[in-house]
Nanobody, 116 residues
Framework: QEQLVESGGGLAQPGGSLRLSCAASGFTFSRRTMNWYRQAPGKERELVATITPTSSGTKYADSVKDRFIISRDNALNTMYLQMNSLKPEDTAMYYC?????????WGKGALVTVSS
């Protein structure tokens, strides 16, 4: 029953913005650190951002630092990734992920394409 469902992907122009959402169910979302990963064609999957249960700590990959913002709303069991100043190299499948307290679950992914 543990499940993560991404939404909000799509097409953006370079310099534009998108916001991804991740809806969690089947586990105690509010107690778990959550992650966003991405994987571009022909490349390894990489960790984009991490957020602690109460949003007291966040971490970002150097490639997205100062452009992306990870956040969460525990009352809604939802995590977000606000993506600003998008670049073509941000094009990838973006995955919501949790690996904490016995939970290891991935979303199916949301495609983000950055192109003019």
């Amino acid at each position: 029953q543990e499940q993560l469902v991404e939404s909000g992907g799509g097409l953006a122009q370079p310099g534009g913005s998108l916001r991804l959402s991740c809806a969690a169910s089947g586990f105690t979302f509010s107690r778990r650190t959550m992650n966003w990963y991405r994987q571009a064609p022909g490349k390894e999957r990489e960790l984009v951002a991490t957020i602690t249960p109460t949003s007291s700590g966040t971490k970002y990959a150097d490639s997205v630092k100062d452009r992306f913002i990870i956040s969460r709303d525990n009352a809604l069991n939802t995590m977000y990734l606000q993506m600003n100043s998008l670049k073509p190299e941000d094009t990838a499948m973006y995955y919501c992920h949790c690996n904490s307290y016995g939970v290891n679950v991935w979303g199916k992914g949301a495609l983000v394409t950055v192109s003019s």
